[in-house]
């Protein structure tokens, strides 16, 4: 069956440390990859997304995500995070081959610390 | 409205009784998404509406759950005799349409049903 895996569950990080999330998904055909991020009290939305050409990807408030087809990883980056980027980001898969089925991973809920 | 809306925000609710849960996407957008999130764990496929075609209902969990769609507009999820395995965040999405996969989903609020 297809699945993302999200390994880290929680993140403690210090201001101005960089930050790197895993995301690895098991499907063996072209995907399309999206990263969403819920802050507290707010609902999902969507931070970036994948769906051809260059595997890195820039989103919002300078995230970025590369998409590793030969590990078949969607790892999120971030060179130095802020007390404003504490929330839960979720990985999602959506196989390109015309449906409309997206595989959520469980999330992984980041802590800044000012 | 500009984004998805849910209704109620919080509903707490008695083992057994039933519930409705409502959801306003985004006008325009044909495809429509219910899924579940219960505590730690990731979003949980439940049912997709896609225009005026026959609704994808593999992710009900039982036949407690059901959901209707009034052509491309609103849409309620109706949980019949709550079980306490049922609270849960119940999140909504739309998107413009249901066939392309470049067109992101946006989601609601999402309901918080609790089950005493």
């Known amino acids: 069956a297809q699945s993302v895996s999200q390994h880290n569950h929680h993140v403690i990080l210090s201001e101005a440390a960089s930050l790197e999330l895993g995301c690895n998904y098991s499907y063996g055909g072209t995907v399309n990859l999206f990263w969403y991020v819920q802050y507290p009290g707010q609902h999902l939305q969507l931070l970036l997304k994948?769906?051809?050409?260059?595997?890195l990807v820039k989103g919002i408030k300078g995230f970025e995500a590369e998409f590793i087809k030969s590990k078949f990883s969607f790892n999120l980056r971030k060179p130095s995070v802020q007390w404003s980027d504490t929330a839960e980001y979720f990985c999602?898969?959506?196989?390109?081959?015309?449906?409309?089925?997206?595989?959520f991973g469980t999330g992984t809920r980041l802590k800044v610390l000012a | 409205g500009a984004g998805v809306s849910q209704s109620p925000s919080n509903k707490v609710t008695e083992k057994g009784k039933d519930v409705e849960l409502r959801c306003d996407p985004i006008?325009?957008?044909?495809?429509l998404y219910w899924y579940r999130q219960r505590l730690g764990q990731g979003l949980e496929f439940l049912i997709y509406?896609?225009?005026?075609?026959?609704?994808?209902k593999s992710g009900l969990p039982s036949d407690r759950f059901s959901a209707e769609r009034t052509g491309e507009s609103v849409s309620t999820l109706t949980i019949q005799r709550t079980q306490q395995e049922d609270s849960a965040v119940y999140l909504c999405?739309?998107?413009?349409?249901?066939?392309?996969?470049?067109?992101?989903?946006?989601f609601g609020p999402g309901t918080r049903l609790t089950v005493l």
């Open positions: 999405a739309s998107r413009r349409t249901g066939t392309s996969g470049v067109d992101e989903q946006f």
């Open positions: 509406f896609q225009g005026n075609s026959a609704p994808d």
């Open positions: 994948y769906f051809s050409g260059d595997p």
């Open positions: 006008s325009g957008h044909t495809a």
């Open positions: 999602a898969v959506n196989p390109a081959s015309g449906t409309y089925k997206y595989i």
